[in-house]
């Protein structure tokens, strides 16, 4: 279902917890907003952490490392992104009014922290010259299956062209997925559908994903939707690039020009 929360006392918009709300989903998701001085730290014991930079200028810091991170806003293709184990600690001091988002989940694997710079976050363009270019979208991933098999989440990036599709045929997949929009111009709006219902999108809203829900996206012409992707890998069966299952009535428009 598509949900809005605004950012509460402590400028975070929680979007998930495991041991709260939207627990079918795995994970701990809030965006948080940082005023220009101020400092967030983030140890924890039990789960992974992603801390992906949406707008701002800051430093992040773990272990003995420290990056500076800049992006006007997210539709400047310039994601930096942290990624750690359990244990270490993330320090993030904002040298401007910034925005990011944390993705948590539980993972008792240790691996060695990786730093995604925008070189190491390719963008795809998808459907350009399929379907007369109304399913044409702009695709990232930071991480997934393929490049981080030690960790229990995936997380990317999707530029939903203005009037265009995504997530497009209609598809599911059994592993809990979890949208965050944002438009350009704010005031922009589209339509998320998750299973039999439809949604209006818009800036600062989220959908949750769960088995069996075909997830199609649409935004409106003039706007262009950008929404982060984050999937929680279920024990035996981590979603990989081939975990997409096309609703049958619609299948055929996978090879369709």
């Not at 495991?18 to 948080?32: L, S």
């Not at 530029?159 to 922009?188: A, I, K, T």
């Not at 981590?238 to 996978?254: G, N």
Request: glycine fraction near 8%.
């Amino acid at each position: 279902m598509l949900q809005y929360f605004d950012f509460n006392e402590n400028n975070e918009r929680i979007l998930c917890e495991m041991n709260g709300i939207n627990p079918e989903m795995r994970m701990n998701i809030k965006v948080k907003r940082l005023l220009k001085g101020e400092h967030f730290e983030v140890l924890d014991n039990t789960n992974e952490t992603a801390v992906l930079i949406l707008k701002g200028c800051f430093k992040i810091s773990w272990n003995d490392k420290t990056e500076t991170v800049s992006r006007k806003n997210p539709f400047e293709k310039t994601p930096y992104c942290l990624h750690v184990c359990k244990g270490v600690k993330i320090s993030v001091d904002a040298l401007e009014d910034s925005e990011f988002i944390v993705q948590q989940t539980d993972n008792e694997k240790e691996f060695e922290p990786v730093f995604y710079k925008p070189e190491d976050c390719g963008y795809q363009h998808f459907g350009k010259g399929q379907w007369e270019g109304t399913g044409y979208r702009i695709c990232s991933t930071i991480f997934d299956y393929d490049n981080a098999p030690y960790s229990n989440m995936v997380m990317g990036e999707v530029f939903n062209q203005p009037g265009r599709w995504s997530s497009y045929p209609p598809h599911h997949h059994p592993q809990p997925e979890l949208y965050y929009y944002q438009f350009d111009p704010q005031q922009g709006f589209g339509a998320c559908f998750n299973g039999d219902e439809v949604y209006k999108s818009v800036d600062g809203s989220f959908s949750t994903i769960t088995d069996g829900h075909d997830h199609q996206q649409v935004t409106a012409p003039g706007y262009t939707m950008y929404y982060v992707w984050m999937i929680r890998h279920i024990e035996g069966d981590p979603w990989l690039k081939t975990s997409r299952f096309y609703d049958p009535k619609h299948e055929w428009l996978v090879n369709a020009d």
